[in-house]
């Protein structure tokens, strides 16, 4: 059964503590993403990745990091300098970065802070 | 900045009726649309999608329009039944580049 998949479905978090969201795929899909989804706005990008050992950062990067060392894995980490961090998390794959490739969501991650 | 959006954040429909979701984009260079369903609680699902050299594309039950001359897209649902009230976001592509998403319109299916 393929799929994106994420975890936890809910997480909290305790100020100044890191937290690390999980998104594993399993399409073969070269380039991953996440993305922040705020009540009433469209998704903000966080970060990317076309290739293994390779991310960019994307429209608020701010108090986050992430790792890219499989292909198939691309945790995202939400750092005590993200001082505003309860949000909506998605995790989103393509095939590949080019154009006209169908991007696909994971099922979220709500982050709550204690 | 090149920014999607949509012209009415709530649409209220009677059961049975068409609905029309309508999305704006300024970026004339996209070639590559996607709308999804996002219902409460959950990741975006995939709708149906449109590449810049048509300008109708038909799924089930859905119909995406593309007016490239005033930047417009639509999404249109026949017979709208309760299992389609959710947020539906169109998204536009440029190239290759990332997406970018409008913040989406809220479709509630009246009995």
């Known amino acids: 059964d393929g799929g994106i998949t994420q975890s936890p479905k809910y997480l909290f978090r305790k100020e100044g503590q890191n937290v690390t969201l999980s998104c594993e795929q399993n399409?073969?899909?070269?380039?991953m993403y996440w993305y922040r989804q705020d009540p009433g706005q469209g998704l903000r990008l966080i970060y990317y990745s076309q290739i293994v050992n390779d991310f960019q950062k994307g429209d608020i990067a701010e108090g986050y990091s992430v790792s890219r060392e499989k292909k198939e894995s691309f945790p995202l980490t939400v750092t005590s300098a993200q001082k505003n961090p309860t949000a909506f998390y998605l995790c989103?794959?393509?095939?590949?970065?080019?154009?006209?490739?169908?991007?696909?969501f994971g099922p979220g991650t709500r982050l709550l802070v204690l | 900045g090149e920014s999607v959006g949509l012209h009415l954040p709530t649409l209220s429909v009677q059961e049975g009726d068409n609905s029309i979701i309508n999305c704006a984009y300024s970026n004339s260079a996209s070639d590559y649309f996607i709308w999804y369903k996002q219902e409460s609680g959950k990741g975006p699902q995939f709708i149906i999608d449109i590449r810049s050299n048509m300008d109708k594309r038909q799924g089930q039950r859905v119909t995406v329009l593309l007016n490239k001359t005033v930047k417009h897209l639509s999404l249109q649902i026949a017979a709208t039944q309760p299992g389609d009230s959710a947020v539906y976001f169109c998204a536009e592509n440029n190239y290759g580049q990332n997406f970018v998403f409008g913040p989406g319109t809220r479709l509630s299916v009246l009995p």
């Open positions: 399409l073969n899909h070269d380039a």
């Open positions: 989103a794959s393509r095939k590949t970065g080019g154009s006209q490739e169908t991007q696909y």
